[in-house]
C-alpha cells in the first residue's frame, strides 16, 4: 500500500540553524500539506501546497518558513532559522484529490531545537 | 470560523466496555468530518470519514461514528474495545475549498484501556 514517508525522524538542532524536513508524498497525489504538533497540543496546519505553489499557509507559517517541491518526488519544509518554540513533531499529508477524500499522513519528523 | 471541540481530555475505559467520544463542530456548510488516531510515536491513521450520505458511518477497527446535524456532532464509538485502541484520537473537518482544504484538528482524546 502506498504511503507517505518522511526523513528524518528525529532532527535536534541548535537554536538559530536551518533545517530541512523532507517528505516523500503518495506518488499520484496533487495536494500536499505539512502540519505540526507541539508536544501535548493539537495538530495545527501550516501550509498546503498545489500545482506547485503555496495555496494557503497559516499565521504560523512566517517568513522563517518555506516549503519547496524540488523534483517530481520530493517535498521539502525549512526553517531557516530555529527558535526554542519550533520544537514540535512535523507531519507531512498529501491528498488525491476532493475535500471529502483522505489525506494521508506520514510518520513525522520530531524536531528538537536546544 | 471553523473549529472543532474535543469535550473529553482523557477518557479510560475497561477492555470489553464500550466507547463514546464526543466531538462537536462549528461549520457553516455542510463539514467533511474526519476521525483520526495518533498511537505513540506514530503518524496519524484515518479511522473514518463523512461528507454525504448515511450519517452513520463504519471504519475501521471496528469504530463507527454517527453525524448529526442537529447537535454539530460527529461522536466515535466502538462497542466493545481492546487493549489495542489505546491511543489519542483527533475528530477533524476539513476548511477552505479548491487546492486548499486543510483539517482542522480538535484538541484531541487520549483513551486509556485498563485491563
Known amino acids: 500500500e502506498p504511503e507517505v514517508t518522511q526523513t528524518p525522524s528525529h532532527q535536534v538542532t541548535q537554536m538559530g540553524q536551518e533545517v530541512i524536513l523532507r517528505c516523500v508524498p503518495i506518488?499520484?497525489?496533487?495536494?500536499f500539506y505539512w502540519y505540526r504538533q507541539i508536544l501535548g497540543q493539537k495538530v495545527e496546519f501550516l501550509v498546503s501546497?498545489?500545482?506547485?505553489?503555496?495555496?494557503?499557509k497559516s499565521e504560523i507559517f512566517d517568513d522563517q518558513f518555506s516549503v519547496e517541491r524540488p523534483d517530481g518526488s520530493n517535498f521539502t519544509l525549512k526553517i531557516r532559522s530555529t527558535k526554542l518554540e519550533d520544537s514540535a513533531m512535523y507531519f507531512c499529508?498529501?491528498?488525491?484529490?476532493?475535500?471529502?477524500?483522505?489525506?494521508?499522513f506520514g510518520p513525522g519528523t520530531r524536531l528538537t531545537v536546544l | 470560523a471553523q473549529s472543532v471541540t474535543q469535550p473529553d481530555i482523557h477518557i479510560t475505559v475497561s477492555e470489553g466496555a464500550s466507547l463514546e467520544l464526543r466531538c462537536n463542530y462549528s461549520?457553516?456548510?455542510?463539514?467533511?468530518l474526519f476521525w483520526y488516531v495518533q498511537s505513540p510515536g506514530q503518524g496519524l491513521q484515518l479511522l473514518l470519514k463523512?461528507?454525504?450520505?448515511?450519517?452513520l458511518v463504519q471504519g475501521i477497527k471496528g469504530f463507527e461514528a454517527e453525524f448529526k446535524r442537529s447537535q454539530s456532532s460527529f461522536n466515535l464509538r466502538k462497542p466493545s474495545v481492546h487493549w489495542s485502541d489505546a491511543a489519542e484520537y483527533f475528530c477533524?473537518?476539513?476548511?477552505?475549498?479548491?487546492?486548499?482544504?486543510?483539517?482542522?484538528f480538535g484538541s484531541g482524546t487520549q483513551l486509556t484501556v485498563l485491563p
Open positions: 499529508a498529501s491528498l488525491d484529490r476532493g475535500p471529502g477524500n483522505e489525506q494521508f
Open positions: 501546497f498545489y500545482n506547485n505553489e503555496i495555496s494557503e
Open positions: 506518488s499520484n497525489h496533487l495536494y
Open positions: 463523512y461528507f454525504s450520505g448515511d450519517t
Open positions: 461549520y457553516g456548510a455542510t463539514p467533511y
Open positions: 477533524a473537518v476539513v476548511r477552505g475549498s479548491g487546492s486548499a482544504r486543510q483539517l482542522t
